[in-house]
């Protein structure tokens, strides 16, 4: 069974780092053609995909997020991390990390609220 679990500190200072991440059971980061995802939800908003990243370490951005996020991978801890650098209130939500596989975003995470202070 794959599980995803999310992991950071939930409250953030504006102008620092928003650092997570996902630790993955059951799936390796290491298979080819599976992308791992960051999404958000904020307050008021939709679901935000924020990026991906393949084993190849191949990542994609939203465009919006390309000068701030990151995203990287530890294929030997099998986990993957976003940082959002410069976080403001308006990043505050609930984050999720979520495996993509043939075409669809099958497996995610519990989900971790993150809160910056202003």
């Known amino acids: 069974q794959v599980q995803l679990q999310e992991a950071g500190p939930g409250l953030v200072k504006a102008s620092q780092a928003l650092t997570l991440t996902c630790t993955v059971s059951?799936?390796?980061?290491?298979?080819?053609?599976?992308?791992w995802a960051w999404f958000r939800q904020l307050p008021g908003k939709g679901l935000e995909w924020i990026g991906h990243i393949y084993n190849s370490g191949d990542v994609y951005y939203r465009p919006s997020l390309l000068s701030r996020a990151s995203i990287s991978r530890d294929t030997s801890k099998n986990q993957f991390t976003l940082q959002l650098s410069s976080a403001t209130p308006e990043d505050s939500g609930v984050y999720y990390c979520v495996r993509g596989a043939d075409g669809a975003y099958d497996y995610w995470g519990q989900g971790t609220q993150v809160t910056v202070s202003s």
């Open positions: 059951g799936a390796s980061l290491a298979t080819s053609g599976v992308a």
